[in-house]
């Protein structure tokens, strides 16, 4: 029964922080997290919110440490892979980023987060083609993600394909 209870809890839980997370309360989801780390240290979205939102306030080694934490405890979660290598994308580290992305690919290929992460880094290493793989698959999987038919568009348009950038942009409005 204390089990059940647990999971109840857990899920709760995460759901608060999910919704916190989105009106932007970063500083609360950051206690929030820490303190339900120590009493579920293995739950790993727990760590996914902390690193998130250590990331937006800007505490980019921070959220790097709690990222790698939670790799120790499951080196193949492909959530924490994702939000790792795209906080490496950023931080210009494109080789670990690439690693760590493709390593989450790997093990799920139709993760979004990791598709649209790829997408990035490539775009970022001037892979075009490759970026272009990337978001379409993405698009096949989640039509509605982020804003994959804006970055098809861009994408398309600086390669000169007017007419692909045409059929994304005429999709997306």
Do not use: C
């Not at 790792?84 to 790997?106: D, H, I, P, V």
Request: aromatic fraction near 12%; charged fraction near 25%; avoid cysteine.
């Amino acid at each position: 029964m204390k089990l059940d209870q647990s999971f109840g809890t857990v899920e709760s839980e995460i759901k608060n922080l999910d919704l916190n997370f989105r009106k932007h309360d970063y500083t609360g989801v950051i206690e929030k997290s820490k303190n339900l780390i120590k009493k579920f240290p293995n739950i790993v979205p727990f760590y996914n919110y902390l690193g998130l939102s250590l990331e937006q306030t800007g505490k980019i080694n921070e959220a790097e440490n709690i990222f790698n934490k939670a790799l120790f405890f499951n080196p193949n979660e492909v959530s924490i892979l994702a939000n790792l290598g795209e906080l490496y994308r950023k931080k210009g580290k494109f080789e670990k980023s690439k690693e760590l992305l493709l390593k989450a690919l790997n093990i799920n290929k139709n993760y979004k987060h990791t598709l649209y992460n790829l997408g990035k880094l490539t775009l970022n290493l001037n892979h075009h083609k490759q970026a272009i793989k990337y978001f379409e698959r993405l698009y096949q999987i989640d039509r509605k993600f982020i804003d994959t038919l804006l970055v098809l568009s861009k994408i398309y348009l600086n390669l000169g394909n007017f007419e692909e950038a045409k059929k994304y942009l005429i999709i997306n409005s």
